[in-house]
């Protein structure tokens, strides 16, 4: 279970932290979303900042063993999945301007750490049901 463990707490860093350059970095490049009313936009940064916030709390609330946490984790990579599938899909949010070179590969990273995290989840929750021979 040590490295399942492991290999979740890795991937779960690097996906907060790919998030946070998505959510607070000019790096990635603005984008002018005129058809959003500002309700619709901020309910939009309140969710990712809370899938951030949840990660974080995955990080450090330790998933020390339980199979419950195995289950957000998959939940979890599911959200992440499909927010930056929408975002390269240009679902939402919908914008007429393309999207910035540094802004796609950043959203497909994302996509890359979402199915690596689904999966390692999974690999967690079969460690976890296992019971550790003594």
């Not at 979303?33 to 330790?62: E, R």
């Not at 959203?107 to 019971?131: E, I, R, T």
Request: aromatic share 12%.
């Amino acid at each position: 279970m040590n490295k399942a463990r492991i290999a979740v707490l890795a991937i779960l860093t690097l996906s907060v932290i790919n998030l946070c350059f998505v959510i607070f970095s000019n790096l990635v490049g603005m984008r002018a979303l005129p058809d959003y009313s500002p309700m619709v936009m901020t309910l939009f940064n309140v969710f990712l900042m809370t899938l951030g916030l949840l990660s974080i709390w995955q990080l450090f609330a330790g998933i020390d063993g339980h199979l419950m946490r195995g289950k957000i984790l998959l939940l979890l990579a599911v959200e992440f999945f499909v927010v930056y599938m929408a975002g390269i899909t240009n679902i939402f949010p919908h914008s007429v301007e393309p999207m910035g070179q540094t802004l796609f590969i950043v959203q497909a990273f994302g996509v890359l750490l979402a199915v690596l995290l689904f999966a390692s989840a999974g690999w967690y929750m079969k460690a976890v049901s296992v019971p550790e021979s003594m």
